[in-house]
């Protein structure tokens, strides 16, 4: 068993509970705007993940439940966002909700189309079947999800790194805006 703290949806820590933090130095070729992310500090945190895993990785019928803190910010206009991967299980599906602020959640098929669901606190979403996903903060406090999903899901960050999504989230006008990706 864990304990969820809910006003920030973080986990109690524990030995089943893993802790990973994504600085924007290993976000390289994530981002759109490779100048702009190589002005700001690499070391700077993007994201955190705590994954509460009380099956081992793999495990057929299992699930793990995890918690994503997305930081506010933007490298040029693009909101700060997590690496986002297909599930390596293609029709492994998975759910988040929203605890605080504000944000998008992008998905993409496999035939590259793209789409988004606005965040708030409350909002719960499914990850359907064949789907990459990936979350970008949009306002200007951290951005707070918990998620739940298969324990033999496995995650594919590879074919996101190579081709990456069929669209952007960034700031237009002050407002954020789905922006079809140059190919
Ligand atoms: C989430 C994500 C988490 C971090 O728990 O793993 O938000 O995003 P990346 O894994 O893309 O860095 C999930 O979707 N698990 O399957
Ligand atoms: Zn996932």
Same mark, same amino acid.
């Not at 600085?23 to 509460?52: C, H, M, S």
């Given at each position: 068993?864990?304990?969820?703290?809910?006003?920030?949806?973080?986990?109690?820590?524990?030995?089943?509970?893993?802790?990973?933090? @994504?600085?924007?130095?290993?976000?390289?070729?994530?981002?759109?705007?490779?100048?702009?992310?190589?002005?700001l500090?690499?070391?700077?945190?993007?994201?955190?993940?705590?994954?509460?895993?009380?099956?081992?990785?793999?495990?057929?019928?299992?699930?793990?439940? /995890?918690?994503?803190?997305?930081?506010?910010? +933007?490298?040029?206009?693009?909101?700060?966002?997590?690496?986002?991967?297909?599930?390596? @299980?293609?029709?492994r599906?998975?759910?988040?909700?929203?605890?605080?602020?504000?944000?998008?959640?992008?998905?993409?098929?496999?035939?590259?189309?793209?789409?988004?669901?606005?965040?708030?606190?409350?909002?719960?979403?499914?990850?359907?079947?064949?789907?990459a996903?990936?979350?970008?903060?949009? /306002?200007?406090?951290a951005?707070?999800?918990?998620a739940?999903?298969?324990?033999?899901?496995?995650?594919?960050?590879?074919?996101?790194?190579?081709?990456?999504? /069929?669209?952007?989230?960034?700031?237009?006008?002050? @407002?954020?805006?789905?922006? +079809?990706?140059?190919?």
């Amino acid at each position: 068993m864990v304990r969820i703290d809910w006003t920030s949806g973080l986990l109690q820590p524990s030995k089943e509970v893993h802790e990973s933090v @994504k600085k924007l130095g290993q976000l390289e070729g994530i981002f759109e705007n490779a100048a702009a992310l190589k002005a700001l500090d690499p070391r700077t945190a993007v994201y955190r993940v705590q994954a509460w895993c009380p099956v081992p990785e793999g495990t057929e019928g299992g699930l793990f439940w /995890g918690t994503t803190v997305v930081e506010p910010g +933007r490298v040029d206009s693009e909101y700060f966002m997590t690496h986002g991967h297909f599930h390596l @299980k293609r029709d492994r599906t998975e759910c988040y909700a929203t605890v605080e602020g504000e944000g998008a959640l992008i998905l993409m098929n496999e035939t590259r189309t793209t789409w988004m669901e606005p965040m708030s606190p409350g909002s719960v979403h499914l990850v359907p079947p064949h789907v990459a996903h990936r979350v970008a903060n949009t /306002g200007s406090n951290a951005l707070r999800f918990v998620a739940c999903w298969p324990s033999d899901a496995g995650h594919d960050y590879e074919s996101i790194r190579k081709h990456g999504f /069929g669209a952007r989230v960034v700031c237009v006008d002050g @407002k954020a805006t789905l922006v +079809r990706s140059a190919v």
